[in-house]
């Protein structure tokens, strides 16, 4: 069966980094995966440019806050991003829902992940929360505690060419993230007997026992 699922997502490559390779594994089952993309604080044309062609080359959708362009989800309104997220979440009526870690270190992370669980108030759905992006803040990074496992290894170089398409992060201080994608795939692999995993704290279940 078909399942809805949609990813919230503060910045273009979030997702990508976070769970491209079950983004590829959920597609590759059938499913249909839409990303919503909430801030764009810089470099706008091309950030766009590189989500969309990252979901047009792998299958799935991706759209935009009409609050991204020029703002980071810290500067935009709480009660604007819950009224946007709710009338997505009512038309959508997902099964699935994938968002930021609401511990993660980064402050827009943190604030689209409050808003995630402040629209479950009206809809439920299953959750999950994917792990941190940025890996090399082990501060908080040691902090997450993944109750689910997801084994990527069929996906994995797939995950490497999503994350190539976003060459305008992959410069400077952000650099890491494609080599950091594979270290911590291995490692999470290892702790469950694969290859690659990628994890996710299962916030809520719909399902019932």
């Known amino acids: ?18 769970m491209g390779g079950t983004i590829r594994k959920l597609l590759n089952q059938g499913h249909y995966i839409i990303n919503i993309i909430f801030s764009i604080p810089s470099n706008i044309k091309v950030r766009k440019q590189e989500a969309m062609e990252s979901s047009k080359n792998f299958g799935y959708e991706v759209r935009f806050s009409k609050y991204c362009e020029g703002n980071n989800v810290e500067d935009i309104p709480l009660h604007k991003l819950i009224k946007e997220l ?17 511990n993660d270190s980064h402050q827009d992370h943190q604030k689209l992940s409050k808003v995630v669980r402040s629209c479950f108030r009206k809809k439920q759905f299953t959750l999950y929360e994917f792990e941190q992006i940025n890996q090399n803040n082990n501060i908080a990074a040691n902090q997450f505690h ?4 997801s084994d990527i290894t069929e996906f994995m170089e797939d995950k490497k060419r999503m994350i190539t398409l976003f060459q305008s ?11 950091n994608a594979e270290h ?14 990628e994890t ?5 279940s719909k399902g019932v026992l």
């Open 200 to 204: 996710f704290l299962l916030v809520f």
């Open 86 to 102: 709710d009338n997505i979440i009512e038309k959508m009526n997902p099964d699935e829902v994938y968002t930021h870690w609401m």
């Open 1 to 18: 069966m078909m399942k809805k699922i949609l990813l919230i997502t503060a910045h273009p490559d979030d997702a990508e980094i976070s």
């Open 184 to 197: 911590i795939g291995s490692w999470r692999g290892s702790q469950v007997n694969c290859k690659y995993a």
């Open 146 to 149: 993944p109750n689910i496992y």
């Open 169 to 179: 992060q992959l410069t400077g201080y952000m650099g890491h993230y494609l080599v």
